[in-house]
């Protein structure tokens, strides 16, 4: 792209911008809101406090970004992955996984088809009980079921 060009496109986004700056400052819900802010800060300045202070209080959950202004969630931890194993009835090959990154399992996609692959699928979770309910011996893996 040419420099005039890129000018050119940033003069028009920056009328569109001001345009819409423009429309905002006129919108009376935006003054209203404005007005709140500016009696909120009036009443938290005397004691101290700020509008960081405030969301803190009403909701503890949210924390503030390092050095920023946005308010995010704090982070959760993600459940883990079940383990998938696929059993191909036609070979007896199993493989177990969490994701789809798997070459024998890209491969049987392309030959079978994604409905034919999942229903090879069983959850490690019933294999487990399968195995003490059926009593395979320990230690010989999962190729017996």
Known sequence: ????????RLEQQSTEQRSRLDE???DPTVEKEMEFEGKLHELLYPHGKGLDDMVDRL???FSRVQ???????????RQARRV????????????ESKGGNNRLLAAWKAQFGHEELESWVKW???LMRLRSVCRYPVGQGLRHL
Request: net charge positive; aromatic share 4%.
């Open 84 to 95: 998938k194993v696929y059993r191909n009835p036609l070979t007896g090959e199993i493989v």
């Open 124 to 126: 490690l979770s019933q």
């Open 1 to 8: 792209m040419s420099r005039l060009t890129e000018y050119r």
């Open 24 to 26: 905002l400052r006129s």
């Open 59 to 61: 909701d503890p959950r």
């Open 67 to 77: 050095g920023g202004q946005v308010a995010v969630p704090a982070k959760r931890s």
